[in-house]
């Protein structure tokens, strides 16, 4: 088992609950990016799949995470595009 930032131990339920931190970012499960972004977990493969959003992290052999910083750059960039025109 690793430790996250600070020490603490990153354990498989911490993963899962998208609490494990690297290097001051935040591991984010799918359930977290899907109401952080307003989109579909299908959208988000989809996405992801063609570059036009992050793709996940795998942790492990069955476990999948996103950047969070990577994530809120998505949103924010979604922003300004909308602001534009």
Same mark, same amino acid.
């Given at each position: 088992? =690793?430790?996250?930032?600070? #020490? ?9 609950? =998208?609490?494990?931190?690297? %290097? #001051? %970012?935040? @591991?984010? %499960? @799918? ?6 972004? #307003? ?47």
């Amino acid at each position: 088992m =690793g430790t996250a930032q600070g #020490g603490h131990p990153m354990t498989s339920d911490a993963i899962r609950a =998208g609490r494990v931190a690297a %290097r #001051g %970012r935040t @591991l984010m %499960r @799918l359930p977290e990016v899907v109401a952080a972004c #307003g989109i579909s977990r299908s959208l988000i493969y989809k996405m992801a799949k063609e570059g036009q959003f992050p793709g996940p992290i795998r942790v492990a052999a069955r476990l999948s995470a996103w950047d969070s910083e990577a994530v809120q750059s998505w949103i924010d960039s979604r922003c300004e595009e909308g602001r534009a025109t």
